[in-house]
């Protein structure tokens, strides 16, 4: 009888143990998988890495587009507009005083720009 009751143990402790799940090991790439946060994030309008910087009293307003960081076609076009009506910008925070341009982008922009 005490033969039985070490199997029975054995036999139990084997079922608890078989009931885990396993996991298969995942293939291997060979380019690593990149989490959510850790996605590159590029940007076409990337021009203060390359030293390039756009004149607000000359460029077009597709050329504002283009370099600008948060400005797309119709703030541009605000810009050449204020620009036309009120003359050339005295200064680069004067930008500020176009509609739909706000502090924020300004300061994200600022090595972008010249006069």
Avoid: C, H
Wanted: proline residues 5%; glycine residues 8%.
């Amino acid at each position: 009888m005490e033969k039985s009751w070490y199997q029975a143990i054995i036999l139990s402790g084997l079922l608890m143990a078989g009931m885990g799940q396993t996991l298969a090991a995942p293939p291997k790439s060979a380019e690593p998988t990149k989490l959510p946060d850790q996605v590159e994030i590029t940007d076409s309008k990337s021009s203060a890495v390359n030293g390039e910087q756009v004149s607000i009293n000359q460029a077009s307003a597709s050329e504002l587009a283009k370099m600008l960081n948060g400005v797309g076609l119709r703030k541009a076009e605000a810009i050449v507009s204020y620009r036309k009506q009120y003359g050339p910008f005295t200064a680069i925070e004067q930008l500020s005083e176009v509609p739909g341009i706000g502090e924020a982008l300004l300061k994200r922009n600022l090595v972008n720009l010249k006069l």
